[in-house]
């Protein structure tokens, strides 16, 4: 592997990623990090010529059949770029925390599902990341979005959302329904801050867990960079 391959794979390590992100986010200045060929760039670099630039400004006005689409299409472009979002330490403290029945909501790879075990049920809106997490975790997979899950009231003691709430729309709606299908709710987020042109297709930012403490009746802790939430 050469060197332009080592450092390539280097700067797709989640930890990494976290790293440059708060730098660019705090000491780029303002013209500079919202200068839409710079983000240009950087979406190709690490999602593919795929990427939608404007998603989050037109993310709200989808129907869910549109939304699922258009993560679709950034899959089929060479949008997943890491095996998973969930760094080793994050998995390592969902994994302690996790109790009995667990789902697991937006599953990606498969990654977290399968560290649970092949008990878990896990949960994802497109076919292909589905199809993935079916592989390699062993496990039931449900099609299904936030905050439509197809489970009854408290059926999970336990329900795993990593990396996924800053992605779905309706944010107090993608809560309650985690909190009515499991007891015990464990949330990952990203610790990040609004710009209007981001590398992801990211809909909400938590600078601070405040606000995910209260809707979560929880208490956050930083874990390699991202805030990991346990609640009820």
């Known amino acids: ?29 303002p013209v500079v990090r919202e200068w839409r060929p710079f983000n240009r760039w950087m979406a190709t670099k690490f999602h593919g010529p795929g990427f939608d630039l404007d998603f989050k400004q ?5 129907s869910p059949r549109e939304f699922a689409e258009a993560y679709a299409a950034l899959e089929a472009g060479g949008g997943r770029y890491r095996d998973t979002d969930t760094t080793p330490g994050q998995l390592a403290a969902i994994c302690a925390a996790a109790r009995g029945r ?23 809106v497109t076919l292909g990341s589905a199809a993935a997490t079916r592989e390699r975790a062993g496990c039931t997979v449900a099609l299904a979005s936030l905050p439509a899950l197809p489970f009854a009231d408290g059926a999970f003691d336990t329900v795993v959302c990593s990396h996924v709430l800053e992605h779905v729309p309706d944010l107090y709606a993608a809560v309650r329904e985690l909190r009515r299908v499991a007891k015990r709710v464990i949330v990952v987020v990203p610790r990040q801050r609004y710009y209007r042109y981001t590398v992801d297709y990211h809909l909400h930012f938590f600078p601070s867990a405040a606000p995910l403490e209260h809707l979560l009746e929880g208490h956050a802790t930083m874990i390699d960079g991202d805030w990991f939430v346990v609640g009820g």
């Open 1 to 29: 592997m050469g060197l332009r391959d080592r450092l390539d794979k280097r700067l797709r390590d989640r930890r990494v990623t976290t790293v440059v992100r708060r730098l660019l986010d705090d000491y780029l200045p």
């Open 58 to 62: 037109r993310a709200f006005a989808m």
């Open 102 to 124: 667990v789902l697991e909501v937006g599953s990606g790879n498969g990654a977290v599902a399968a560290a649970l075990g092949r008990a878990t049920t896990a949960v994802e």
